[in-house]
C-alpha cells in the first residue's frame, strides 16, 4: 500500500497560505511581500499508535492566524516557491522501550525503533534559503551520560522497539531504523534506554512512502554502556530524502546504552 508524499516544491503566491496539518501537527505558511510567516502547533501525543496517519493540504488566501506560535521571517525577493521537506532530528535521541530488554552473552536482536522526524522549511529564489525547522512531536529534553559533567544533552522518545518488521505500522511523522544489537561481552546487556545517534543517520522514503533510515549495529564488546556503531548501506529501493546532519566514523565508540545518571 502507497501513501500520499506530504512534502515537496509549493507554489505560493503573494498574499495566499499553505496549510499542513494532521491531528497531532500544524503548520501554516503565510506569504506577504518580501515576508513569510510561520504558524506552528503541535498537540500532545499520549499514544504513538494513535496518531492520525494523514496530512492535510490546503492553499488559498485565508488567514492562519489560529494556527499556533507565530515566527516572522524577510527575504530579499518575491520568490513565490516554498519548500517542505522532512529531516531528521538534530540531537541524538533516547529511545525508551515500553519494557526492559536483556541479552544474554553472544546474543543479538534486531529492534525496530522509530522517531518524530522534523519539518524543514524553505524558500527558493536564485538559491536555496532555509527558513526554519520544527519537529512534528514535542520531545522533552534529557540527559545522557555517567555525571553531569560525562554526557550529553538528547532529545526522549518513548518507543514501542518491536522486534518484528511485519508488525510495524505506517507513521507518516516518524522515521523507522532497524538495529541491530550485539552483546559479545562476557555478561548480560540490561537496558531501558538506547541512545540513538540520529544526527548521523540519513532519512529515506519506501516505495510505499514510509520514512526510514539505514541499518544501524551497535556492537558491545566490553562491560559498560559503551558500543561500536557500524551504520550499513541504504538498500537500492530506498529513495534518499536528506544526508546526515554529522558525519561519523565507522566503528566510532558511542555510550550506547541506560547510562547510571539521569
Same mark, same amino acid.
Request: contains cysteine; charged residues 20%; proline residues 5%.
Given at each position: 500500500?502507497?501513501?500520499?508524499?506530504?512534502?515537496?516544491?509549493?507554489?505560493?503566491?503573494?498574499?495566499?497560505?499553505?496549510?499542513?496539518?494532521?491531528?497531532?501537527?500544524?503548520? !501554516?505558511?503565510?506569504?506577504?511581500?518580501?515576508?513569510?510567516?510561520?504558524?506552528?502547533?503541535?498537540?500532545?501525543?499520549?499514544?504513538?499508535?494513535?496518531?492520525?496517519?494523514?496530512?492535510? +493540504?490546503?492553499?488559498?488566501?485565508?488567514?492562519?492566524?489560529?494556527?499556533?506560535?507565530?515566527?516572522?521571517?524577510?527575504? @530579499?525577493? @518575491?520568490?513565490?516557491?516554498?519548500?517542505?521537506?522532512? #529531516?531528521?532530528?538534530?540531537?541524538? &535521541?533516547?529511545?525508551?522501550?515500553?519494557? $526492559?530488554?536483556?541479552?544474554? $552473552? =553472544?546474543?543479538?536482536?534486531?529492534?525496530?525503533?522509530?522517531?518524530? &522526524?522534523?519539518?524543514?522549511?524553505?524558500?527558493?529564489?536564485?538559491?536555496?534559503?532555509?527558513?526554519?525547522?520544527?519537529?512534528? =512531536?514535542?520531545?522533552?529534553?534529557?540527559?545522557?551520560?555517567?555525571?553531569?559533567?560525562?554526557?550529553?544533552?538528547?532529545?526522549?522518545?518513548?518507543?514501542?522497539?518491536?522486534?518484528? #518488521? !511485519?508488525?510495524?505500522?505506517? /507513521?507518516? =511523522? /516518524?522515521?523507522?531504523?532497524?538495529?541491530?544489537?550485539?552483546?559479545?561481552? %562476557?555478561?548480560?546487556?540490561?537496558?531501558?534506554?538506547? !541512545?540513538?545517534?540520529?544526527?548521523?543517520?540519513?532519512?529515506?522514503?519506501?516505495?510505499?512512502? +514510509?520514512?526510514?533510515?539505514?541499518?544501524?549495529?551497535?556492537?558491545?564488546?566490553? %562491560?559498560?554502556?559503551?558500543?561500536?556503531?557500524?551504520?550499513? =548501506?541504504?538498500?537500492?529501493?530506498?529513495?534518499?530524502?536528506?544526508?546526515?546532519?554529522?558525519?561519523?566514523?565507522?566503528? +566510532?565508540?558511542?555510550?550506547?546504552?541506560?547510562?547510571?545518571? #539521569?
Amino acid at each position: 500500500m502507497s501513501h500520499t508524499q506530504w512534502w515537496g516544491t509549493i507554489n505560493v503566491p503573494e498574499k495566499n497560505s499553505f496549510l499542513l496539518n494532521s491531528s497531532a501537527f500544524t503548520l !501554516a505558511v503565510e506569504h506577504k511581500s518580501n515576508e513569510w510567516c510561520l504558524h506552528v502547533k503541535r498537540n500532545k501525543v499520549l499514544d504513538i499508535d494513535s496518531v492520525d496517519n494523514h496530512f492535510n +493540504q490546503t492553499l488559498g488566501k485565508f488567514s492562519p492566524v489560529y494556527c499556533g506560535e507565530l515566527s516572522r521571517h524577510i527575504v @530579499n525577493s @518575491n520568490t513565490n516557491t516554498l519548500e517542505i521537506k522532512p #529531516s531528521l532530528a538534530d540531537r541524538t &535521541v533516547v529511545c525508551r522501550p515500553k519494557s $526492559p530488554i536483556t541479552l544474554v $552473552p =553472544q546474543a543479538s536482536v534486531i529492534i525496530y525503533l522509530s522517531t518524530p &522526524v522534523w519539518v524543514t522549511i524553505g524558500v527558493t529564489d536564485s538559491k536555496y534559503r532555509l527558513l526554519k525547522e520544527v519537529a512534528t =512531536q514535542q520531545l522533552s529534553d534529557t540527559w545522557f551520560g555517567s555525571s553531569t559533567r560525562e554526557g550529553e544533552l538528547c532529545y526522549a522518545s518513548q518507543t514501542l522497539g518491536r522486534l518484528d #518488521s !511485519a508488525n510495524l505500522p505506517y /507513521r507518516m =511523522q /516518524r522515521a523507522i531504523t532497524p538495529l541491530l544489537i550485539e552483546n559479545k561481552a %562476557d555478561n548480560d546487556l540490561v537496558f531501558e534506554r538506547i !541512545a540513538l545517534p540520529v544526527p548521523s543517520l540519513s532519512l529515506y522514503m519506501t516505495k510505499s512512502g +514510509q520514512l526510514c533510515t539505514q541499518n544501524v549495529t551497535l556492537v558491545r564488546e566490553n %562491560d559498560g554502556d559503551f558500543a561500536k556503531l557500524k551504520l550499513g =548501506q541504504p538498500k537500492p529501493e530506498l529513495t534518499l530524502i536528506n544526508g546526515p546532519r554529522m558525519v561519523i566514523s565507522h566503528g +566510532q565508540l558511542i555510550r550506547a546504552f541506560s547510562a547510571i545518571f #539521569s
